[in-house]
């Protein structure tokens, strides 16, 4: 839902009703995971999406009657049944979407949707209860709210989940999470991931497009602040003048960060780099010519960094894919990251076997509700 939250709180905001799907579950081959979300407004408009394109038609007319009678619907679409074939499902797999209605009496919608837009960490889970209205618990630091009932210990193993810092969405099974006997739909909304990019010069600026795009929550460090503004660098969340080294020294690392060392200078890059290969980020990666990268590993050898932290460093950075602009050589970068972090092959996929989608993350923590 955060891909389309914007849109829903205006909606909200504005007192106008809407139905939102979401995905819950997936089998075998889906174009979406469980979180993705499609809505369709009272008036007709439509944001998001479940699948791709397959069944949105199907679920626009589900949306309308759940608009209707304001009782929520879940829908199963899967190739095995006559109606999947003609609403395009066709890719093998199957989804089960739940459709709700929100309106004014989701009073804590607004709030989730502020949460979200601020990048503070917020649980929401939905009750589902196919035939009637849905009811929620919203959980986050501090504060709970909603018309859907839970012990303290319930909540604490809520915030607890939320502390892994992963957003994920899954089905608790009636009963193992809170004392409710229909299935739950638990959608975590953590932070954005990191992207930290240095050097402020046009490669970043088309690394703050994409990295916008993918989900990150781009920040740009420079210590030379006469290139390092907004109007160079519309798309990042945060501009920083500083030394990177000393930015690093302080920033917050986790194993979902990404770096982007674009500077092209020692006095820069080297105190950078060694601090980044002995942090726990996921990816590090520096541009460079072959014989830059050589120099670079010199110059950190002497500082003592080890061969292991060395094996970490991508450099040249970025995957072969004959770029030559920024634009192109951004999404190189952006390729090799995403592989990194999905432990992926980076190869064609007419090439492999097997699921071209990875399996749903299962329920993350276990939940499990103590006697």
């Known amino acids: 839902m955060r891909d389309i939250s914007t849109q829903l709180a205006q909606w909200h905001a504005r007192g106008e009703d809407f139905a939102l799907a979401t995905v819950v579950r997936t089998w075998r081959s889906s174009p979406r995971m469980p979180g993705a979300s499609m809505a369709v407004s009272r008036s007709g408009e439509v944001v998001g999406s479940v699948s791709g394109g397959c069944i949105e038609s199907a679920l626009y007319e589900i949306a309308q009657e759940v608009l209707a009678d304001g009782t929520s619907r879940v829908e199963v679409f899967s190739v095995s049944d006559d109606d999947a074939i003609g609403v395009g499902l066709t890719c093998g797999g199957t989804i089960e979407v739940f459709v709700q209605a929100v309106g004014a009496d989701f009073t804590e919608f607004g709030q989730v949707c502020d949460r979200i837009e601020a990048d503070t960490p917020v649980v929401v889970v939905t009750e589902v209860r196919p035939g009637a209205p849905a009811r929620h618990l919203v959980v986050e630091h501090g504060r709970r709210s909603g018309d859907l009932d839970a012990t ?199 090439d492999l076997q097997g699921p071209i989608h990875p399996p749903p993350q299962e329920n993350p923590t276990a939940l499990h509700r103590t006697a």
């Open 152 to 350: 303290e210990d319930e909540v604490a193993i809520l915030l607890r989940t939320m502390e892994t810092g992963e957003s994920v969405a899954f089905v608790a099974p009636a009963g193992t999470l809170i004392d409710s006997q229909h299935d739950l739909l638990v959608e975590i909304f953590a932070p954005l991931p990191r992207m930290y990019v240095f050097g402020a010069i046009d490669f970043a600026a088309s690394m703050c497009t994409l990295g916008a795009f993918a989900g990150y929550r781009v920040t740009v460090v420079d210590a030379r602040p006469v290139f390092a503004t907004r109007a160079r660098f519309p798309d990042a969340h945060d501009l920083v003048v500083m030394w990177p080294h000393k930015f690093l020294e302080t920033a917050p690392i986790d194993n979902k960060t990404v770096l982007a060392v674009l500077t092209h200078d020692e006095k820069f890059d080297i105190p950078l780099l060694e601090i980044a290969l002995r942090s726990s980020a996921a990816y590090v990666g520096a541009m460079g010519s072959r014989a830059t990268h050589e120099r670079r590993v010199a110059l950190l050898k002497e500082r003592g960094v080890t061969d292991a932290e060395l094996g970490r460093l991508h450099s040249p950075i970025g995957l072969d894919l004959g770029a030559r602009t920024p634009e192109e050589t951004a999404v190189s970068i952006l390729a090799e990251m995403t592989k990194t972090l999905r432990n992926a092959s980076g190869l064609e996929l007419r």
